[in-house]
Each structure stands twice: as structure tokens, then as C-alpha cells.
């Protein structure tokens, strides 16, 4: 990944700090807003009132027509997954790509658990100024490690760190792979393919039909942002194909969600009336 794309690890977060203030949030993080840089911060801590949150929602939903309930939605299922996966033995977890997120120390499940933060050396020296800002020093359970996915032997780099593929460990792969091209997502999956038994994988992708133009979701803006401008979103996959894709590397597919999912376990029951974007979806998987 490239610097353009190591500075769309704030956007998120601010989505997730902002959603605070809600009466029903989507996801308690306490974290969230304290994290981000401090631009990013104040931005915000402005989203306490009631008029800020709606125009950075618009702004969000211009460019992504429901992106910012997708984006707290994604985060949700994900944790729902990494809680499940503490209960059945999984001993670490590793964050590929993992930008400001607070899983490592806003998880009770995790306070005791190894976890791996990796993700490129701009961002990782970043969360670490962050996580050191917060907390006084980086927890002794939390590995920060610098890499590219383009480029570094991931399985060599986690063997380094005392992450070895020998454990069950859990792997979040939240909005990344859209960044990355074929190939270090094949890289990557080879990595996952010597996973032990009883290893987890929640990761997210993107809509190919979306990548290639075909049908646009509401999106077109921000098609022409990230597509078409920027040349940021390489990687995609029809949803149909996911299954049979992790079956190359030995995973299954446990659940898929996406836009209807989300609406009918987190949004509905929280009487949160926002639309949800189709283009992202998240997915389970078992080995």
C-alpha cells in the first residue's frame, strides 16, 4: 500500500468516535476519539453536538451513500466474531492493516491475549505515538509491527515478532484487502493457508461489479475518488466467489454479511434508521 492509502486509517475511527455520542451506539469504544491525531480529535470531539455528527454523515454519505453505517457496522460484526473465536481457544489475535483500531485495549476478552498490530511503518508509528499518548506506553500484550503487504514475507515477520502459524490465532483483515493488488492478497492467503486448526479470519472486501464500474450503489463519487482519480481500490470479489476463494487456501466459510445483515442484527434493534452501502461486505471463515 502507498502513503495515500496509510492516511485512510483516521477516516473510520472518526466515524466510530463520532458514533459516541449517539444514544445507541453501535460499538462502545472509549478510545476511539483519544486515539486519532489531533486534527482528527477535534473533528471529533465537535461531533458531541447533535449537528456536527448529521454533516459529517452527509459528507460520509455523499461519496459512499450509507458508508458510515457500513463502516460501524463491518467493525461490529467483526468484534462478534472475535468474541465468539475467544470462547472456542483461539490464544492471539493479528490486526493486517490495522490503523487506529482500539481492539487491543478496549476488548475485555483480549486483555490477557496476545495481540499483533501490523500495518504499514507511517501508520504504525502513528498508532504507536497514539497508543503511548493514551496509555504511557505500549501494553506488553500489544506487538506494533511495521511492514508492507506489497512487499514483506508476513509469515517471516510474525514468526520474528512470536507469532507463530503453530497456534490458533485469530486474524482481522478489515478494510484492506480493496487497497492491495491480487497478488499480496494471494501472498497473504498463502500466508493463512498454514494457519493451525482452529484458527479464525473476519475480513472485508470490496464488490468486484463495483470495482469494475458495472453497477455503482450510490457511489459514484466515491468511484471516482478511489477507482478512477486516486487508483486506490485494486481488489475485489463477487460474493458468490468468496467461498470457493477461501477454499483454495483451506478456509470455509463460516457467515457472510453485508447491507441486509447489518441492518437486521445491529441497526433495527438499536432504532437506528440509516441506510447501509452494499459495496463492502465482511466475512467469517474457519480453518
Known amino acids: 500500500m502507498n502513503r495515500p492509502a496509510a492516511q485512510t486509517a483516521i477516516g473510520p475511527m472518526v466515524i466510530v468516535a463520532a458514533d459516541q455520542y ?39 454519505d455523499k461519496k459512499f451513500h450509507g458508508g458510515w453505517a457500513g463502516f460501524l457496522c463491518r467493525k461490529r460484526f467483526i468484534d462478534d466474531c472475535l468474541r465468539a473465536a475467544v470462547g472456542e481457544g483461539i490464544s492471539a489475535v493479528v490486526i493486517l492493516g490495522a490503523g487506529y483500531d482500539t481492539r487491543a485495549y478496549r476488548m475485555p476478552e483480549l486483555a490477557d491475549m496476545p495481540v499483533c498490530e501490523v500495518d504499514l ?44 502459524r503453530a497456534q490458533p490465532i485469530f486474524y482481522v483483515w478489515e478494510a484492506v484487502t480493496q487497497y492491495l493488488t491480487e497478488s499480496a492478497v494471494r501472498t497473504i492467503m498463502d500466508h493463512l493457508a498454514g494457519a493451525a486448526p482452529g484458527s479464525a479470519l473476519a475480513f472485508t472486501y470490496v464488490r468486484r461489479d463495483f470495482l469494475d464500474g458495472r453497477t455503482m450503489y450510490g457511489a459514484e463519487n466515491g468511484y471516482h475518488d478511489f477507482v478512477v482519480k486516486q487508483q486506490l481500490w485494486k481488489f475485489g470479489l463477487d460474493p458468490d466467489d468468496v467461498a470457493e476463494f477461501l477454499a483454495e487456501y483451506g478456509w470455509h466459510q463460516r457467515e457472510q454479511a453485508g447491507s441486509d445483515e447489518y441492518t437486521d442484527r445491529y441497526l433495527a434493534p438499536a432504532g437506528r434508521n440509516l441506510p447501509v452501502s452494499p459495496i463492502e461486505r465482511a466475512v467469517y471463515a474457519l480453518c
Open 22 to 60: 449517539e444514544p445507541s451506539p453501535l460499538i462502545r469504544d472509549p478510545w476511539a476519539r483519544r486515539m486519532l491525531p489531533t486534527g482528527a480529535r477535534m473533528a471529533a470531539g465537535a461531533a458531541r453536538l447533535s449537528v456536527v455528527r448529521r454533516s459529517l454523515m452527509a459528507a460520509t
Open 121 to 164: 511503518p507511517d501508520n504504525i508509528a502513528a498508532k504507536t505515538a497514539a497508543v503511548q499518548r493514551c496509555f504511557g506506553r505500549v501494553p506488553t500484550t500489544v506487538t506494533l509491527l511495521p511492514m508492507d503487504f506489497e512487499t514483506a514475507d508476513l509469515t517471516a515477520r510474525l514468526s520474528n515478532t512470536g507469532f507463530s
